[in-house]
């Protein structure tokens, strides 16, 4: 007959080595099956942010047609003429000093066929256009060069007067792709001539213009 003592030590190691299973079998549990990979869980990747729009960068040059207004003034007391209309073309060029400011030179060439000969109003400018906003078109433009009022027929003759320019405006550079931009635009033109035989006088020109505009940077 089995002792009490006996009995004791039995019960105890059957609780231990019951103990012991339950364990093993948590663990086996816990364990991803055979031919399974157990994956991480990937890292949260952060959202791009705003990408940044094109500016304004690197050389410029434009090409526009317009419609002009000419009057003139050759008596001071009686102040300018009517406005006549009348198609121009220009030239600009330069280069980006910042965000806010472009500088350049333009020429801008009003022109009215008369019969065999043809009248023209042009202006060499050194011009400077601000920006006020980095992130929009709008600019205001100034300008001052010489002028030149003249009359040219077709056998080659030239006569006119060579005087002062002066010029202010506004226009907007509308963007069509990332060198690419529609360019209208709306321009005072002030002339002012010494003439020892007419006298002194004066021409203005108000000049509607749409042009196209690219530039080498982004």
């Excluded at 079998?25 to 949260?44: C, F, H, K, N, Y």
């Excluded at 047609?65 to 073309?89: C, H, M, N, R």
């Amino acid at each position: 007959m089995p002792t009490i003592c006996s009995v004791r030590v039995a019960a105890m190691s059957l609780a231990v080595i019951a103990g012991l299973t339950w364990q093993s079998s948590i663990a086996r549990a816990q364990q991803p099956p055979d031919g399974l990979v157990e994956v991480p869980e990937p890292s949260p990747v952060p959202e791009p942010g705003p990408v940044p729009a094109p500016g304004r960068g690197g050389f410029w040059l434009g090409l526009g047609l317009g419609a002009g207004g000419e009057s003139f003034d050759f008596q001071p007391s009686i102040g300018y003429s009517d406005v006549l209309y009348k198609p121009t073309v220009s030239f600009r060029l330069g280069g980006t000093v910042s965000q806010h400011f472009r500088l350049g030179a333009e020429v801008l060439t009003w022109v009215n066929p008369v019969g065999s000969a043809v009248e023209s109003l042009s202006s060499a400018l050194f011009i400077a256009q601000f920006y006020p906003w980095s992130s929009a078109g709008l600019y205001l433009k100034g300008g001052a060069g010489i002028g030149r009022n003249a009359v040219s027929f077709d056998d080659g003759y030239d006569e006119g007067d060579t005087g002062f320019a002066g010029l202010i405006g506004a226009g907007y550079e509308l963007r069509l792709g990332r060198r690419f931009f529609l360019n209208p635009s709306i321009d005072l033109v002030g002339h002012r001539y010494d003439n020892s035989l007419t006298g002194n006088y004066r021409e203005r020109l108000v000049n509607f213009g749409l042009g196209i505009m690219l530039q080498t940077g982004r």
